[in-house]
């Protein structure tokens, strides 16, 4: 219906370039944050083993 509403495209566009920001300033805050600790990436291992390396960069201590 207003597909021809200049605002409405403007709008489109710059959903998109916040999306596309979301996830590195997510994995950011998780890197600052460090919300994990050992005992975290103890459980992660037994379950997920592959994953703790990644996850490494988010966990407290050694």
């Known amino acids: 219906m207003n597909s021809n509403n200049p605002d409405h495209s403007k709008k489109q566009v710059n959903w998109a370039f916040e999306r596309e920001d979301t996830l590195p300033l997510a994995v950011l ?18 379950f997920k083993p592959g994953i703790v390396k990644y996850l490494k960069w988010f966990a407290r201590g050694k």
């Open 29 to 46: 805050l998780l890197a600052l944050i460090k919300p994990l600790n050992a005992d975290d990436m103890q459980r992660i291992g037994e």
